[in-house]
């Protein structure tokens, strides 16, 4: 519990109305997707980049946790305050867009402004900014740096760290910093501003944001194909990207998400599909479109789709991303349990990190349904138990181990998206060497000597 008096100062740097303390706030701000609780002693909203630094400094001079929150829309924990603390907050002051700067093709932002309300503004005048995370409607640019968010664009146009050109972040002990330019090429000097992303804010506070920009595409047509087994969908997918055709988007649904889906919201989709493949694609000529559809149609086709559906309209084109879009909430349908991991490989490993997740389900003879962004490699893996089972609890966290296993052994990550958090903190060391661990948690120490910024994430501590 922190002392009054600490409130108190926090209240002369923000003012009474940004600060609370009653249970009502502590118990919103106390949880995120992962559903685990960790009441905060206080939570503050500072008002600009000024009262960041005054409330890191004095919290580094008193040695006060400092737990900096998006949307709290993240699946690993990396914004719960698991040591307490103070949770500073974005969404009441800090959303603003600063500037759209249509020359140089980018956007200003502040760390609490809403992915989809960037997306909106920014296509009002012709430009785009594609990351676009599931919880885009309510996720923050902020949140979506600190964790490298991607989402179903990701095949064609990256992730959040291909578009910050620069950030401006509060240190610790109170100091700004600036990183980067909003310039093309920037050489100069340490890649800081690449460190603070994905840093999962345990290394600095984001002030202000900069983003690049790209030209709004004309048009998007979307497809789905159908596959008799989830292996010659997979292999449909690598080989598609090998052949020279880029889809914005590339995502699948398992037989067992498929039956989810269709049990949950009858759309008449082909339960016994062994895949679904949905695609789209985008551009400026129609005839470009036409002939990316054409080539994706064929290299399908030559992996075993059974069936080829082009969208003639929006509707038809949202009805078939019904199903991927609705597929996580469908799985209840297996357990009140569920696990739910975002591991990534190289492409062409899709295949084989497949068939090792059904041999871990029939192991321990349990439902693991996968969906996700295949284009880029990451698969959604949902270990579904039944919650109110102990035992069943136990064999869901020792698969989930086996599942990090077979990806790292095929070339892949612990996360594409999520992060590490609490929730995969404890599998770092599968994934890194004790050299790799230490020097992250130099840089750690480098940054934040005190251990005030989010402690306990990404198996730091």
């Given at each position: 519990?922190?002392?009054?008096?600490?409130?108190?100062?926090?209240?002369?740097?923000?003012?009474?109305?940004?600060?609370?303390?009653?249970?009502?706030?502590?118990?919103?701000?106390?949880?995120?997707?992962?559903?685990?609780?960790?009441?905060?002693?206080?939570?503050?909203?500072?008002?600009?980049?000024?009262?960041?630094?005054?409330?890191?400094?004095?919290?580094?001079?008193?040695?006060?946790?400092?737990?900096?929150?998006?949307?709290?829309?993240g699946f690993t924990g990396g914004a719960l305050p698991s040591s307490g603390g103070i949770?500073?907050?974005?969404?009441?002051?800090?959303?603003?867009?600063?500037?759209?700067?249509?020359?140089?093709?980018?956007?200003?932002?502040?760390?609490?402004?809403?992915?989809?309300?960037?997306?909106?503004?920014?296509?009002?005048?012709?430009?785009?900014?594609?990351?676009?995370?599931?919880?885009?409607?309510?996720?923050?640019?902020?949140?979506?740096?600190?964790?490298?968010?991607?989402?179903?664009?990701?095949?064609?146009?990256?992730?959040?760290?291909?578009?910050?050109?620069?950030?401006?972040?509060?240190?610790?002990?109170?100091?700004?910093?600036?990183?980067?330019?909003?310039?093309?090429?920037?050489?100069?000097?340490?890649?800081?501003?690449?460190?603070?992303?994905?840093?999962?804010?345990?290394?600095?506070?984001?002030?202000?944001?900069?983003?690049?920009?790209?030209?709004?595409?004309?048009?998007?047509?979307?497809?789905?194909?159908?596959?008799?087994?989830?292996?010659?969908?997979?292999?449909?997918?690598?080989?598609?990207?090998?052949?020279?055709?880029?889809?914005?988007?590339?995502?699948?649904?398992?037989?067992?998400?498929?039956?989810?889906?269709?049990?949950?919201?009858?759309?008449?989709?082909?339960?016994?599909?062994?895949?679904?493949?949905?695609?789209?694609?985008?551009?400026?000529?129609?005839?470009?479109?036409?002939?990316?559809?054409?080539?994706?149609?064929?290299?399908?086709?030559?992996?075993?789709?059974?069936?080829?559906?082009?969208?003639?309209?929006?509707?038809?084109?949202?009805?078939?991303?019904?199903?991927?879009?609705?597929?996580?909430?469908?799985?209840?349908?297996?357990?009140?349990?569920?696990?739910?991991?975002?591991?990534?490989?190289?492409?062409?490993?899709?295949?084989?990190?497949?068939?090792?997740?059904?041999?871990?389900?029939?192991?321990?003879?349990?439902?693991?349904?996968?969906?996700?962004?295949?284009?880029?490699?990451?698969?959604?893996?949902?270990?579904?138990?039944?919650?109110?089972?102990?035992?069943?609890?136990?064999?869901?966290?020792?698969?989930?181990?086996?599942?990090?296993?077979?990806?790292?052994?095929?070339?892949?990550?612990?996360?594409?998206?999520?992060?590490?958090?609490?929730?995969?903190?404890?599998?770092?060391?599968?994934?890194?060497?004790?050299?790799?661990?230490?020097?992250?948690?130099?840089?750690?120490?480098?940054?934040?000597?005190?251990?005030?910024?989010?402690?306990?994430?990404?198996?730091?501590?």
């Amino acid at each position: 519990m922190i002392d009054t008096k600490h409130l108190k100062h926090f209240a002369s740097i923000v003012g009474e109305k940004n600060i609370y303390s009653d249970k009502a706030h502590l118990l919103a701000y106390s949880y995120d997707a992962t559903r685990e609780h960790f009441e905060p002693d206080a939570v503050v909203f500072p008002r600009n980049e000024e009262d960041i630094s005054e409330i890191l400094k004095y919290c580094n001079e008193h040695k006060i946790v400092i737990v900096p929150r998006g949307a709290g829309s993240g699946f690993t924990g990396g914004a719960l305050p698991s040591s307490g603390g103070i949770v500073l907050g974005f969404e009441k002051h800090m959303n603003k867009i600063l500037e759209i700067d249509m020359k140089n093709m980018v956007a200003v932002v502040q760390p609490g402004v809403i992915n989809m309300d960037l997306q909106r503004a920014v296509e009002e005048v012709g430009l785009f900014y594609p990351p676009d995370p599931a919880s885009q409607e309510y996720s923050t640019i902020g949140g979506n740096v600190s964790e490298n968010a991607g989402g179903m664009r990701a095949a064609k146009y990256g992730i959040t760290k291909d578009y910050v050109m620069a950030t401006r972040a509060v240190l610790p002990n109170g100091d700004i910093i600036r990183a980067g330019k909003r310039t093309i090429k920037d050489v100069a000097g340490y890649n800081i501003s690449g460190i603070l992303i994905a840093s999962e804010g345990t290394l600095a506070v984001l002030s202000e944001i900069t983003l690049k920009l790209i030209p709004k595409p004309k048009m998007t047509k979307t497809a789905m194909g159908i596959f008799a087994s989830v292996h010659e969908a997979m292999d449909a997918v690598y080989k598609t990207m090998a052949s020279g055709i880029t889809p914005v988007a590339m995502e699948f649904l398992d037989n067992l998400t498929i039956r989810a889906v269709e049990q949950t919201f009858h759309k008449g989709l082909p339960v016994d599909a062994g895949a679904l493949l949905v695609t789209d694609v985008d551009g400026n000529l129609e005839e470009d479109l036409n002939f990316q559809l054409a080539q994706i149609e064929k290299v399908f086709r030559e992996n075993g789709c059974t069936e080829f559906k082009i969208a003639k309209d929006d509707a038809e084109a949202k009805d078939i991303w019904f199903a991927r879009r609705n597929a996580s909430p469908a799985l209840s349908v297996y357990g009140s349990k569920k696990l739910n991991e975002d591991v990534t490989v190289p492409r062409s490993a899709l295949p084989e990190l497949l068939e090792r997740f059904y041999a871990i389900a029939d192991k321990y003879k349990i439902n693991i349904p996968c969906f996700g962004h295949t284009g880029d490699g990451n698969v959604h893996t949902n270990v579904m138990v039944d919650g109110s089972d102990p035992e069943q609890v136990k064999i869901a966290y020792k698969a989930i181990e086996e599942v990090f296993q077979a990806t790292i052994d095929l070339g892949g990550t612990l996360s594409g998206e999520h992060g590490i958090g609490l929730a995969k903190a404890p599998y770092m060391h599968m994934a890194f060497t004790e050299e790799e661990m230490n020097l992250f948690k130099s840089i750690k120490v480098a940054f934040d000597p005190n251990n005030i910024l989010n402690p306990s994430k990404m198996g730091l501590n």
